[in-house]
């Protein structure tokens, strides 16, 4: 697996979030995936990773404040004039798929307006559980990077925007677009639910959660450590 699995987009997103330092991408899609990626950054931040000058970006930056897609605060990171800290809007997170959200929040809310609290959590963890046995069979029994790896790629085709990094004796599986985030802010149990599917796809590995995007940040993220040594990066 190589050190880091950046993140894509599906082919019917609206921007394509390929890390900006490649080159390829028109500089508002480039902005837009340097937001998405990082959180928030500062014009000088940006024109640096697009090889392009400050001027350049921030007018780019004003065309997408206007456009409701960005939005800044200003930040003193040392003497003279505050910066700007650029970050997307709620209407700029927006530009990425959310997958059929309408249509289960609707599901969900009638479930839960009908069915016990403790058996709305057990209908959520049954479907983690058979979603982790589809993965495992698609995943099959290679070794562990190379099923982490796939599993990016599995879940970029979701409608996530994921990225998988060696950290330490394991790795750390971020997500920094969440298919399901309208549906987390009313349901915050379906987080539960995405852990326990991270869990059940991996049992040979200890998972945590060590971000949590309703809580604070930008992105959400899982810790796996295997639980045989031999499976550490590197080993």
């Known amino acids: 697996m190589s050190a880091t699995m950046r993140p894509t ?3 019917n997103a609206q921007v394509n979030p390929q890390p900006a330092e490649h080159g390829a991408l028109p500089t508002r899609d480039g902005l837009l995936a340097i937001l998405l990626r990082e959180g928030e950054a500062t014009a000088s931040d940006m024109a640096r990773r697009l090889g392009l000058s400050v001027q350049v970006i921030r007018r780019h930056l004003r065309c997408l404040e206007d456009e409701g897609l960005v939005e800044a605060s200003p930040s003193a ?12 809007s709620r209407q700029g997170q927006n530009q990425f798929p959310n997958g059929s959200e309408t249509f289960a929040l609707g599901l969900l809310s009638s479930l839960a307006g009908q069915l016990p609290d403790e058996t709305f959590r057990d209908l959520l963890a049954q479907q983690a559980r058979q979603k982790a046995d589809d ?11 190379q099923r982490l790896a796939q599993l990016v790629e599995m879940r970029r085709a979701e409608g996530y925007v994921a990225e998988c990094c060696p950290d330490g004796d394991g790795w750390v599986l971020r997500e920094y677009h969440c298919s399901v985030m309208r549906i987390a802010e009313q349901f915050p ?27 604070s940040g930008h992105s959400c993220g899982f810790r796996l450590a295997p639980k045989h040594p031999g499976q550490a990066p590197g080993c």
């Not at 990171?77 to 997307?88: I, Q, T, Y």
């Not at 796809?201 to 060590?210: A, G, I, K, N, S």
Request: proline letters at 9%; one cysteine or more; a neutral charge.
């Open 135 to 145: 993965y495992r069979s698609k995943l099959g029994a290679a070794a562990l990077p």
């Open 9 to 11: 987009m599906p082919a």
């Open 77 to 88: 990171d040392g003497p003279g004039r505050p910066s700007n800290h650029w970050r997307l």
């Open 189 to 215: 149990c379906v987080c539960d639910q995405e852990l326990q599917l991270i869990q059940h796809t991996f049992p040979d590995c200890f998972v945590e959660r060590v971000h949590w995007r309703l809580e």
